[in-house]
């Protein structure tokens, strides 16, 4: 079946850590987004893509990185210089807003 | 910039009740209009998608409208039921710019009682 997958659906992160979520698509689909979604804030949007190798950022890149080498992969880096990185992330996928987009699982990163 | 706000941030009915959930934007240069469902902890649930040219789309017990010279949307739940408990968001599908494609409301969190 097609669909988003991300991973891992917890993660862990140490002051000072850098890590990586995973978002992998078999959609065939060209654009690609990253969310973060705080209780009561609803969803920002971090960074997305809409084509290999070529990225933007969003409203709240900073802290952020990502890549996009592949259609099918866009992995998101929180990096130590995001202070405040606790929260619910979400990948999306679409081919042209036309169609609407669909979303991963989400993965829950915690600080501790 | 595109502001979408969705009222009200929570609701409760009892089971059977027939309810409206309500979206509206702040600019009406949008191609689209996206209802997701999100059960805690869980990613988002497409459940309907209206083209900025369609007045409504339907399925099964769910049915949501599009004015968009107005910027609202309802999405319309016949005879609720329990399991429709979740939290309900609206995106308007938009021309990009640094906001992206998509931009969100921040739900509306349907209870419904047995």
């Known amino acids: 079946d097609g669909g988003i997958t991300q991973s891992p659906k917890y993660l862990f992160r140490k002051e000072g850590q850098n890590v990586t979520l995973s978002c992998e698509q078999n959609?065939?689909?060209?654009?690609m987004y990253w969310y973060r979604q705080d209780p009561g804030q609803g969803l920002r949007l971090i960074y997305y893509?809409?084509?290999?190798?070529?990225?933007q950022k969003g409203d709240i890149a900073e802290g952020y990185s990502v890549s996009r080498e592949k259609k099918e992969s866009f992995p998101l880096t929180v990096t130590s210089a995001q202070k405040n990185p606790t929260a619910f992330y979400l990948c999306?996928?679409?081919?042209?807003?036309?169609?609407?987009?669909?979303f991963g699982s989400g993965t829950r990163l915690t600080v501790v | 910039k595109q502001e979408v706000t969705q009222i009200p941030a929570a609701l409760s009915v009892p089971e059977g009740e027939n309810l409206v959930l309500n979206c509206s934007f702040t600019?009406?240069?949008?191609?689209?209009l996206q209802w997701f469902r999100q059960d805690p902890g869980k990613g988002l649930t497409s459940l309907l998608l209206?083209?900025?040219?369609?007045r409504e789309q339907t399925s099964g017990r769910l049915n949501a409208s599009l004015d968009k010279s107005s910027g609202r949307s309802t999405l319309y739940i016949a005879a609720s039921q329990p399991g429709d408990s979740a939290t309900y968001l609206c995106?308007?599908?938009?021309?990009?710019?640094?906001?992206?494609?998509?931009?969100f409301g921040k739900g509306t969190k349907l209870s419904v009682k047995p």
């Open positions: 999306a996928s679409g081919q042209g807003a036309y169609y609407g987009y669909t």
């Open positions: 893509s809409q084509i290999v190798n070529d990225f």
């Open positions: 600019d009406s240069a949008i191609y689209n």
């Open positions: 209206i083209q900025s040219s369609q």
């Open positions: 959609l065939n689909h060209d654009a």
């Open positions: 995106a308007v599908g938009t021309y990009g710019g640094s906001q992206g494609n998509l931009i």
